[in-house]
C-alpha cells in the first residue's frame, strides 16, 4: 500500500483529487453503502460541512497575521476576476443569446459554477505549489462559498434578499482560527496537522455527493461549462493577480501566479445553488433541475482539469525565475535582498529564456 500512495501522491492535488473521484464513484455505482448510517454516513456522507468548516479553522490558524494584508489583497484580487469572468459570461448569455441559452447551458448553472471555487482544492493545490499568501487568500475567496455571489448578479432579476448571515456562517471559522491562531502558538501547532490531514475526508464527502450519471444526462454539456470555468475564470483570476502584482510594483522574480491558476474550480458546494436561488425567486424552478446537473459536470470536470492549469503554471514561471519563495522572502523581514538578487540575475538572463 505505501508504493501505491506513494505513485498516487505524484498525481496534482492527489490529495483532493482522488478521494474526491473515489467519492464519486461509489456514490454513482453502490450508494446505499454509503447511507448504513452512524459514523460511516456522518463521516464519508454527511459530514462535508463539519470537515470544511474545522478545515478552514486550520487553515485560519496557519496564516501569519504579517502576511494577513498581501494575502487578502490578493483573495480580493481572485475574487473579482472570478466574479467578473461569471458575470460577463453569464449575463452575457442572459440578454444577448437566442433564448437566453447557449448550446443548452442556461445563464444560472454559468453564474453558479464560475463565481464558486473550490476551497479545499484550493489550498491543497497551493499547499503542493504556493506559498503562504496563496494559501492565505482563501480567507476572502471564502466569500464565494454557495450562493451569495450568484445571488448578487442575478439581483437584477429581482433577488433582492442577499443572505448576509450566510456570508458570516462561511468566513466565521477561518477568522476564528485567524484570531486564535496570532494569539497562541499551541493552538497554531495544534491545528496544523489539520491542514492536510482533513483534506481526502473532506473531499470524499463532496464526492459523495456527485453522480457521474450526470455526465450522460442533460448535464453533458456542463462538461464544456467545466472547461470555460477553467479558462476563462482562470485566465482572469491569473490576469488580476499579475495586475495586482504590477500595481503593488513588485520585482518580477516575485509575481506568482499559483493562486490565479488554482482557483477557477466549482466546489461541490455549488451543486445546491440552482435550488437556493429557486427558494429565494420561484421563477427559476423551470431551471432548477438543469442548471443543477450542468452544474454538477462542471464541479467534476473543473476538479480534474484544474490541477493540470496549476501544474503547467508552475513550470512555466519556474522557467522564467518567478517562484512562489521570491514572493514569500519579498515580505518577510531581512529577505529582501534575495529578491533582489533573483531579479537582477532574471534581467541578465532574459534574452536565453524561452
Same mark, same amino acid.
Given at each position: 500500500?505505501?508504493?501505491?500512495?506513494?505513485?498516487?501522491?505524484?498525481?496534482?492535488?492527489?490529495?483532493?483529487?482522488?478521494?474526491?473521484?473515489?467519492?464519486?464513484?461509489?456514490?454513482?455505482?453502490?450508494?446505499?453503502?454509503?447511507?448504513?448510517?452512524?459514523?460511516?454516513?456522518?463521516?464519508?456522507?454527511?459530514?462535508?460541512?463539519?470537515?470544511?468548516?474545522?478545515?478552514?479553522?486550520?487553515?485560519?490558524?496557519?496564516?501569519?497575521?504579517?502576511?494577513?494584508?498581501?494575502?487578502?489583497?490578493?483573495?480580493?484580487?481572485?475574487?473579482?476576476?472570478?466574479?467578473?469572468?461569471?458575470?460577463? #459570461?453569464?449575463?452575457?448569455?442572459?440578454?444577448?443569446?437566442?433564448?437566453?441559452?447557449?448550446?443548452?447551458?442556461?445563464?444560472?448553472?454559468?453564474?453558479?459554477?464560475?463565481?464558486?471555487?473550490?476551497?479545499?482544492?484550493?489550498?491543497?493545490?497551493?499547499?503542493?505549489?504556493?506559498?503562504?499568501?496563496?494559501?492565505?487568500?482563501?480567507?476572502?475567496?471564502?466569500?464565494?462559498?454557495?450562493?451569495?455571489?450568484?445571488?448578487?448578479?442575478?439581483?437584477?432579476?429581482?433577488?433582492?434578499?442577499?443572505?448576509?448571515?450566510?456570508?458570516?456562517?462561511?468566513?466565521?471559522?477561518?477568522?476564528?482560527?485567524?484570531?486564535?491562531?496570532?494569539?497562541?502558538?499551541?493552538?497554531?501547532?495544534?491545528?496544523?496537522?489539520?491542514?492536510?490531514?482533513?483534506?481526502?475526508?473532506?473531499?470524499?464527502?463532496?464526492?459523495?455527493?456527485?453522480?457521474?450519471?450526470?455526465?450522460?444526462?442533460?448535464?453533458?454539456?456542463?462538461?464544456?461549462?467545466?472547461?470555460?470555468?477553467?479558462?476563462?475564470?482562470?485566465?482572469?483570476?491569473?490576469?488580476?493577480?499579475?495586475?495586482?502584482?504590477?500595481?503593488?510594483?513588485?520585482?518580477?522574480?516575485?509575481?506568482?501566479?499559483?493562486?490565479?491558476?488554482?482557483?477557477?474550480?466549482?466546489?461541490?458546494?455549488?451543486?445546491?445553488?440552482?435550488?437556493?436561488?429557486?427558494?429565494?425567486?420561484?421563477?427559476?424552478?423551470?431551471?432548477?433541475?438543469?442548471?443543477?446537473?450542468? #452544474?454538477?459536470?462542471?464541479?467534476?470536470?473543473?476538479?480534474?482539469?484544474?490541477?493540470?492549469?496549476?501544474?503547467?503554471?508552475?513550470?512555466?514561471?519556474?522557467?522564467?525565475?518567478?517562484?512562489?519563495?521570491?514572493?514569500?522572502?519579498?515580505?518577510?523581514?531581512?529577505?529582501?535582498?534575495?529578491?533582489?538578487?533573483?531579479?537582477?540575475?532574471?534581467?541578465?538572463?532574459?534574452?536565453?529564456?524561452?
Amino acid at each position: 500500500m505505501d508504493s501505491l500512495f506513494r505513485h498516487i501522491g505524484k498525481l496534482p492535488g492527489a490529495l483532493m483529487i482522488v478521494p474526491l473521484f473515489l467519492g464519486a464513484i461509489v456514490n454513482t455505482f453502490i450508494p446505499g453503502l454509503l447511507e448504513i448510517g452512524s459514523f460511516t454516513t456522518a463521516l464519508f456522507k454527511s459530514g462535508a460541512p463539519v470537515l470544511i468548516g474545522l478545515f478552514f479553522m486550520s487553515i485560519g490558524a496557519q496564516i501569519d497575521i504579517k502576511a494577513a494584508v498581501p494575502s487578502l489583497e490578493k483573495g480580493l484580487a481572485l475574487m473579482l476576476g472570478k466574479f467578473l469572468a461569471a458575470i460577463s #459570461v453569464g449575463l452575457g448569455v442572459a440578454f444577448l443569446a437566442p433564448e437566453g441559452t447557449l448550446w443548452g447551458l442556461v445563464p444560472l448553472a454559468i453564474i453558479a459554477a464560475m463565481s464558486n471555487s473550490n476551497g479545499s482544492l484550493y489550498v491543497a493545490l497551493t499547499s503542493q505549489f504556493g506559498n503562504k499568501t496563496d494559501k492565505g487568500a482563501i480567507s476572502v475567496l471564502s466569500i464565494n462559498d454557495g450562493p451569495f455571489l450568484t445571488l448578487i448578479a442575478l439581483g437584477a432579476a429581482g433577488l433582492a434578499d442577499m443572505p448576509l448571515m450566510a456570508l458570516l456562517a462561511a468566513v466565521l471559522p477561518m477568522l476564528l482560527g485567524f484570531a486564535l491562531g496570532n494569539t497562541s502558538r499551541i493552538f497554531r501547532d495544534f491545528m496544523a496537522p489539520g491542514e492536510k490531514l482533513i483534506i481526502p475526508f473532506a473531499a470524499f464527502a463532496l464526492g459523495a455527493g456527485i453522480n457521474f450519471g450526470v455526465l450522460f444526462s442533460s448535464g453533458a454539456i456542463g462538461v464544456v461549462l467545466g472547461l470555460a470555468t477553467v479558462l476563462v475564470s482562470g485566465g482572469l483570476a491569473i490576469a488580476f493577480v499579475y495586475l495586482w502584482h504590477v500595481i503593488r510594483r513588485h520585482p518580477r522574480p516575485a509575481r506568482n501566479l499559483i493562486s490565479g491558476a488554482a482557483e477557477p474550480t466549482t466546489a461541490g458546494n455549488a451543486i445546491a445553488t440552482p435550488a437556493a436561488v429557486a427558494a429565494v425567486d420561484p421563477s427559476f424552478l423551470a431551471v432548477q433541475d438543469v442548471a443543477t446537473s450542468q #452544474v454538477a459536470a462542471a464541479v467534476v470536470t473543473t476538479a480534474f482539469v484544474a490541477p493540470f492549469l496549476v501544474a503547467y503554471v508552475n513550470r512555466w514561471q519556474l522557467r522564467r525565475g518567478i517562484s512562489p519563495e521570491n514572493e514569500e522572502n519579498l515580505y518577510a523581514e531581512g529577505q529582501l535582498a534575495k529578491v533582489q538578487e533573483a531579479s537582477a540575475a532574471a534581467t541578465v538572463g532574459e534574452p536565453g529564456r524561452d
